[in-house]
Nanobody, 116 residues
């Protein structure tokens, strides 16, 4: 089974940093593009960042550009999301995502709360 397990969330002050991890298994990680999404309470899920299979290409939501960095370690079957200069509006549940045989798979999500 495809499994995605996020970790690294928590409570952070505005301007602080946090590094999320997503451990993946059950599919060929090294050939799969990976994605980070987030969903704030009462809002729809939005794409935050994506990364190609080898990590050569990355894309970010406008709200994340310049502050967030997505990366991956294919040897560890893990992707990361480094979040810097966090803002109140970054508060959300963050999800790791992958498409396997055209079907989406999601982690359980990890809460990130930015509060003073």
């Amino acid at each position: 089974q495809v499994q995605l397990v996020e970790s690294g969330g928590g409570l952070v002050q505005p301007g602080g940093s946090l590094r999320l991890s997503c451990a993946a298994s059950g599919f060929t990680f090294s050939t799969s593009a990976m994605f980070w999404y987030r969903q704030a309470q009462g809002q729809e899920r939005e794409l935050v960042a994506s990364i190609s299979s080898r990590g050569r290409n990355t894309n970010y939501a406008d709200s994340a550009k310049g502050r967030f960095t997505i990366s991956r370690d294919n040897g560890k079957n893990t992707i990361y999301l480094e979040m810097n200069n966090l803002k109140l509006e970054d508060t959300a549940v963050y999800y790791c995502n992958v498409y396997v045989y055209n079907s989406p798979y999601w982690g359980r999500g990890v809460q990130v709360t930015v509060s003073s």
